[in-house]
């Protein structure tokens, strides 16, 4: 099987059944698509408003082509995808038709909102050259020192295979979430002491403050 690769910090793809996990547990390596603030995601350029919200589903899910985006003006895509929390991003699946239609590029950002088509000429975090996958199986492995802090990931759809239009089914996200605390700031203060046992030797008393 011939596999992707990726520029900007290096990476690639693998096959989703090489992964540790039994098949069984498959679906749940790939739901991040639950940390996702839907209402706050955007998809531009799409041809139908809203539908880029579609691609983001179950894993057991991905062969229901009744959900997908098509691009409009171009082959273009841009997804802007806010997170409830932080995320360690480690893996996307990208599923595409078995047509010119089928991305050939994607270029990630990370902790950008509302970001623009404008924006993209900015150097990514990082890019794969993408393989058609029909049954989203095909995983690209991201450079997780790059994205071990990601509450907003711009996901921009650059080039197909040649078609006018480009279309996306199925947007798998495999990773790690944990929650955001919006309210509260912890500062830690570490304060040294003497030890009265032995004065050379310093002891450091972290004390930690909410801020609400």
């Known amino acids: 099987m011939s596999h992707g690769h990726s520029h900007g910090g290096g990476g690639g793809c693998r096959c989703a059944a090489?992964?540790?996990e039994p098949p069984e547990q498959r679906g749940l390596a790939y739901g991040l698509y639950l940390r996702i603030d839907l209402e706050r995601l955007q998809c531009l350029n799409e041809s139908l408003e809203g539908s880029g919200r579609g691609?983001?589903?179950?894993?057991?899910?991905r062969a229901d082509r009744t959900k997908f985006v098509e691009s409009d003006a171009d082959e273009e895509l841009l997804f802007n995808i806010p997170f409830t929390g932080n995320v360690k991003l480690k893996g996307i699946i990208i599923m595409g038709d078995d047509d010119d239609s089928h991305p050939s590029?994607?270029?990630?950002?990370?902790n950008i909102p509302q970001m623009s088509f404008d924006d993209t000429d900015r150097e990514p975090d990082q890019t794969f050259s993408l393989n058609r996958d029909l049954t989203g199986e095909l995983e690209y492995a991201t450079k997780i020192s790059r994205f071990s802090n990601?509450?907003?990931?711009s996901i921009h759809i650059s080039k197909n295979f040649g078609a006018d239009t480009t279309k996306v089914f199925y947007i798998g996200l495999r990773g790690e979430w944990t929650e955001m605390r919006r309210h509260e700031?912890?500062?830690?203060?570490?304060?040294?002491?003497?030890?009265?046992?032995?004065?050379?030797?310093?002891?450091?008393?972290?004390?930690?403050?909410f801020i609400s």
Request: aromatic content about 12%; some cysteine.
């Open 18 to 20: 090489e992964h540790e």
């Open 55 to 61: 691609v983001f589903k179950p894993w057991e899910e």
């Open 105 to 110: 590029e994607m270029r990630l950002f990370k």
């Open 150 to 153: 990601v509450y907003h990931l």
């Open 185 to 209: 700031v912890t500062i830690c203060n570490y304060e040294a002491s003497a030890n009265p046992a032995d004065h050379k030797v310093q002891q450091v008393t972290p004390q930690t403050h």
